[in-house]
């Protein structure tokens, strides 16, 4: 009952934005199917074509993007950059003896605007105490929402 449930859902959460009479009804006329293989590949029709929830593989190429954005020429402040976690992100910079809490925002909105990112920490790194240390010494931070 509990495959059938999650089978099910997508569908009901689904049928509020498009054609909901048309579903509900293909959706009782599935579970009248008295054959649980039947029933189950008549849930699979139904959900053919259907959007999925492809938001991590979109996230996943979106976090590459961003982070060959940053790594170009098109931020020249900008010396490297990696995803650490999956909600943080470290910008390297040269140490210019100021704070980059700003510089981090302004990677935040980049991130929102040109990625549709949110919901991650933008960590601004020391570059060269990186290289000759190994140490991670934060420069700036923002949360971005």
């Given at each position: 009952m509990k495959t059938m449930l999650f089978t099910i859902l997508p569908l009901l959460l689904f049928a509020q934005f498009a054609h909901a009479d048309d579903i509900t009804e293909n959706l009782q006329k599935c579970a009248k199917i008295e054959s649980k293989t039947k029933r189950l590949g008549c849930f699979d029709e139904l959900t053919k074509g259907l959007p999925t929830d492809s938001k991590d593989k979109q996230t996943s190429s979106s976090k590459e993007d961003a982070e060959s954005y940053f790594k170009s020429d098109?931020?020249?402040?900008?010396?490297?950059?990696?995803?650490?976690?999956?909600?943080?992100f470290k910008v390297g910079v040269l140490d210019d003896g100021t704070r980059r809490d700003g510089y981090a925002?302004?990677?935040?909105?980049?991130?929102?605007?040109?990625?549709?990112?949110?919901?991650?920490?933008?960590?601004?790194?020391?570059?060269?105490?990186?290289?000759?240390?190994?140490?991670?010494?934060?420069?700036?931070?923002?949360?971005?929402?």
């Open positions: 098109k931020e020249p402040k900008v010396k490297d950059a990696k995803w650490t976690s999956d909600t943080l925002q302004y990677v935040c909105s980049v991130l929102k605007d040109d990625f549709k990112i949110s919901k991650v920490d933008v960590h601004v790194i020391d570059i060269a105490k990186l290289a000759a240390t190994g140490e991670w010494v934060k420069l700036g931070e923002a949360v971005c929402k």
